[in-house]
Structure formats: C-alpha cells, structure tokens
C-alpha cells in the first residue's frame, strides 16, 4: 500500500545510521540523511567511496568487499572532500523492479575506534605503571635488605676495634701489665685499633656527605704520573708485609689532567689497598698508565682471585659486599663506591674488569679538559701530598 511504501522511506531516510544504494554502474539511486553527513555529498558515485590506498590494520572499501553479502568491521571510506572515516559496513544484494542494485549500510565508528585505542593506550600505560610499582617494591625490598646488610656490617666492624680499645685502656687504667713492653704493647694496640676506627668512621661521614652532596672538589691541573707514584711508594711497606710484589710503570711523558689531589690520594690508595687486601700470596699489583683524547687513564692490576660475574654489580653498590659479614674482609665495604662517587665528582669515572680466579684491573679515568663548573677548579692550599697515606 501507499501507505507502507511511505513509512519504508520515512525509516530509511531517518534511520540513524546511514544506508545508501547504488546501481551496478556505480549510481546513486538511494541516500538517507545520515550518509549525507558521513560522505559529505548529496549524491556519490560508488566509486568515489574508495580510498585506493591501504592503511593497516585497517581494511579500504572496494569492490572485493560488494562482492560478498555481511558485516565488515573497520573499513576505511573515502568522504567527498578526500577526507576518510573508518566504518562498520553491511553490504547486501538486492533486486527491485528488474534493477539489481548494492544496499550499504553505514555507521561511522572513527571516534569509537579512537576511544578503543586510547582506552587501550591508557590501560597499556596502567599496566606499565603498576608492573614499575611491583619493580619498585622488589627494589624497595632489596635495598632495604642491603641496608639492613649494611647496618649489621657496619656495627660488626665498628665494635670490633671499639672493644679493643676498651680492653686494652681498662687493662692500663688498672695497671694490669706485666712489664714496660707489655704496656707499650697495650697502648700501640690502642693506636691501631684508634687508627683502624677513624678509618672506619671516615668512610660512613664521606659516604654521607656524598649522598648529601655535600662533598667538596677543588680541582686543578697537574700531573697525574708523580701524585700516583708518591701514594703509590706508601704502600711498598704493606706489599711486602702480604707478600705482594709492587710495579709501578711510569710513563716517559707528562700526563696532565684534572685532579683534585686529596680526592685522588682517597681513590687510589682504596684501589691499590684492595689490589693488596684481596690479592693470592707471591701475587703482584702493577699500576700503569694511558690516555686517550678525553682521558688519562690510571690502571691498578692485580693477580688475585679476581670477582665472580654474578658479583660485578656489587662492587660499586652502597649497601652490597661482596661475601658475608662473618667472613667480609676488615672495613665497611665503602672504599669502592665512594671512590667511584669521588672519581665521577672530578669529572672521571672509576670501572673494572675481572676474570674470576685470574684477577682484576681497576681504571681510574681523569679528565684531561675541564668538564666541570668553573667554581671547582680552584687548589686546595691546605693539602700537603706529603702527608702519609692512611
């Protein structure tokens, strides 16, 4: 009836999505409203709808897609001004009047598909966030183990020679020595144990200065070669005490760099020491020297049991030793991270390499150009390198 026929073209042109038809030849005989605005045209030519060029994930309409009657989710569609949209698209054959004719219903979902898309985004980055917590957490956890690990070391090795100290001064306050040796024995153990402690508590005072930032520098220019060898000579006495054979190869050249001498004295005598400390009986430590167009290299080589690969990233750890407390060698384990702090503070660096059970060689690398703020170079008039290393 005429009725149902005008109550079809009522739905179809209100309908809130669009549907449009075309003829075999690409005609249009058909367009609602809502395709209007989608394709922005009054009357498009089929052809006219197809992109022509791909752009994936996403799929081009073309005439691959008419062939076949259904559903297709996220086509690209060319708009009449060359702009495109992405669009859900049924397609279906039909016939009317003898016309064989393709009906296409369209429903724009370009700003659903960027929703999805920063939906997914967002969760992406939620899911990144919450992994960076956990990893945090287990960091968090770690480093407050190695804290704890730290605190144990730290009171261990500080009470040791405290109580040295304090048996031995009761021992003279109470007069309970044998002879004048017995005593001179008493007090040089105090002296030791005295000098032992200071050392100890050194190292915590520097390392909280450098977490502070409230380490000095005053750097100047000099020769590295004769400072390293001055530090060097003050411990042939402890090399030949451990039986430890010392090579100190100078170069035949001035090496001129950036040093701070007294920060210097402090990373290569932690060096040298542990080159010592930490050597095999009969061992040797050569330190030698390079360069490059940005560096002076100082190299501290050893002979000893060198640090096992799953140990390397201890080494310049705060809170990590390498080994237990019971076992770890005298001191508090900070000589090589503050040095590696000390190092970077003079605009250097400190770094190692290591065979397991062959040895280590430790490179103090000092800038040969300022690289600094121009306040840090300044000399440091109240340092003597003639002083005794400790």
């Known amino acids: 009836s005429k009725i ?9 042109r209100e309908a809130t999505f669009g549907i449009v038809v075309f003829r075999d030849d690409g005609d249009c005989l058909f367009i609602n409203r809502v395709a ?18 791909e752009k994936p994930p996403l799929k081009s309409f073309s005439n691959e897609i008419l062939k076949h009657d259904g ?28 016309v064989h004719a393709h009906l296409l219903m369209l429903q724009d979902v370009t700003i659903k598909k960027k929703l999805q898309r920063d939906l997914l985004s967002k969760q992406n980055e939620i899911k990144s966030a919450y992994e960076e917590v956990l990893h945090q957490n287990r960091k968090l956890k770690e480093l407050n183990d190695a804290k704890n690990k730290f605190i144990a070391l730290t009171t261990h090795e500080l009470r040791t020679p405290l109580s040295a100290m304090v048996a031995s ?28 402690l200071q050392l100890l508590v050194n190292d915590i005072l520097d390392f909280a200065k450098i977490q502070a930032g409230k380490m000095d520098f005053m750097v100047e220019q000099k020769d590295v070669v004769p400072l390293a060898h001055l530090i060097f000579n003050n411990f042939l006495s402890l090399g030949e ?29 932690n060096v040298v020491s542990n080159a010592i400390k930490f050597n095999n009986p009969g061992g040797k430590v050569r330190v030698y020297f390079s360069e490059n167009e940005d560096f002076v290299s100082v190299h501290v080589q050893d002979t000893g049991r060198g640090i096992r690969p799953e140990h390397t990233d201890k080494v310049f750890n705060e809170f990590e030793t390498v080994g237990q407390v019971t076992t770890h060698h005298k001191g508090t384990g900070l000589g090589m991270p503050i040095s590696r702090k000390l190092c970077e503070g003079m605009g250097g660096n400190l770094s ?23 306040s840090v170079y300044q000399s440091r008039t109240e340092y003597s390198p003639r002083k005794k290393a400790s």
């Open 36 to 53: 209007q605005l989608m394709l922005n045209t009054e009357e498009p030519a089929l052809i006219s709808l197809f992109p022509g060029t």
């Open 241 to 269: 005490a451990n039986g430890i054979s010392l090579v100190f190869e100078s170069p035949e050249r001035h090496l001129l760099c950036y040093v701070d001498e007294l920060r210097l004295r402090q990373v290569f005598s």
């Open 169 to 196: 001064a009761e021992i003279l306050k109470l007069g309970l020595y044998d002879s004048p040796e017995q005593m001179h024995e008493f007090i040089d153990m105090l002296y030791e144990q005295g000098q032992h």
């Open 352 to 374: 190692f390499e290591s065979v397991y059970g062959t040895g280590s060689t430790f490179r103090i690398e000092l800038p040969k150009h300022k690289v600094l703020a121009d």
């Open 71 to 98: 559903m297709y989710q996220d086509i690209l569609v060319r708009k009449e001004n060359h702009g495109t949209f992405v669009a859900q698209i049924g397609v279906k054959h039909v016939e009317f009047d003898g």
């Open 4 to 12: 149902l026929k005008h109550l079809y073209e009522v739905v179809a």
